[in-house]
């Protein structure tokens, strides 16, 4: 095993590790995003491009997008709530 | 059930667990050693039968392409299922999305951040198809170069102008493309019924290694499977799009 593979492999183990401990549902989404670069970056130190294709462009363009106008949705509807009830 | 019992609950499963996972990670064949008999025998074939250069693609359209069509349409059903929940209720009503006005803006969506995210429209497109075409020569295929090309029309979003994506990518446009490529891609697998008698099996010229032009029906396939990827993403972001930006509940006016 090379430098490089330990390398990404403890950066996977301490991302994973760093989404569950995220303190709000909207840092979590960011965090989320820079583990799949790192799952990327693992998926081609471990010789496969094609897997590496498939994580970055759901982790940094499919999901993010998902993620985040949701959330935009919850607030919005939390925030129409708190008027209704005032 | 009190902290006391969870906790002693959690310690019994947990060294269980712990004791399974040790006993089959010791069991394990030692760090890069590989003896499937499966890939060895594809390693062999895929250029020299297949004349695809990327095996990955050679497995995910030709080879095992029946396996493909089933991933292909758990998208769509995913898809479907995405339309049907944030569909527009009776009780909601939509608002005009007013995007020359400041409040209105989206946020960071600054005149330098517009300005690149429009000259980035052109060159992302470029990705995209590059990646879709030559899915059998190099890492890549349908579903990645399918994910760029939506990424395409995003760009307009994130410059803060929602209202000019729909007019780029319309309902009915994305729509069609999602369901084209669904159907195209099948119809890749009953070419092969019609015309060499199996599902899936390759009925297409297969050229030269390495040319654009080669592998049989991993391009065709690749393109269908980009057209629906693309046309499925997009389906999917513009109705969150709609949900977060335009649809209201109808309580108050």
């Known amino acids: 095993m090379t430098v490089l593979q330990v390398a990404v492999l403890v950066a996977v183990a301490v991302g994973g590790g760093a989404v569950v401990v995220a303190p709000n549902a909207l840092r979590q989404a960011l965090v989320l995003g820079i583990y799949g670069l790192a799952l990327t970056m693992l998926f081609f130190v471990f010789q496969d491009p094609d897997v590496a294709l498939s994580e970055i462009v759901v982790s940094t363009i499919g999901l993010p997008v998902m993620v985040l106008l949701a959330l935009r949705k919850v607030h919005q509807q939390e925030g129409e709530r708190e008027e209704d009830s005032s | 059930m009190s902290r006391g019992v969870r906790l002693a609950l959690f310690g019994v499963a947990g060294a269980g667990f712990a004791a399974v996972l040790v006993i089959g990670m010791t069991g394990l064949p030692d760090f890069g050693s590989y003896h499937g008999v499966y890939g060895q025998i594809i390693d062999g074939i895929g250029v020299t039968v297949r004349h695809g250069t990327d095996l990955i693609t050679a497995l995910n359209f030709d080879i095992r392409g029946f396996d493909t069509l089933g991933e292909e349409f758990i998208l769509f059903a995913s898809v479907l299922g995405i339309v049907l929940i944030l569909r527009q209720l009776g009780g909601e009503r939509h608002q005009p999305h007013q995007e020359e006005s400041d409040e209105h803006h989206f946020a960071g969506a600054s005149e330098a951040l517009r300005a690149l995210a429009l000259a980035l429209i052109p060159s992302v497109i470029a990705v995209g198809v590059y990646i879709v075409v030559h899915g059998q020569i190099t890492p890549g295929g349908g579903f990645q170069g399918g994910v760029i090309l939506a990424a395409a029309p995003l760009a307009m979003f994130i410059a803060g102008r929602y209202m000019r994506m729909r007019v780029l990518a319309p309902h009915l446009v994305i729509e069609l493309g999602d369901v084209i490529g669904a159907a195209g891609y099948a119809l890749v ?28 029906q991993m391009d065709v396939a ?4 980009g057209l629906e990827v693309s046309g499925a993403f997009l389906v999917a972001w513009t109705h969150f799009l709609d949900q977060a930006l335009l649809i209201r509940s109808g309580k108050q006016s």
């Open chain 2, 189 to 216: 697998g009953l070419s092969g019924l019609v015309f060499v008698g199996i599902f899936f099996k390759n009925s297409l010229p297969l050229g030269i290694p390495g040319h654009l032009l080669s592998g049989g």
């Open chain 2, 222 to 225: 690749s393109v269908f499977v």
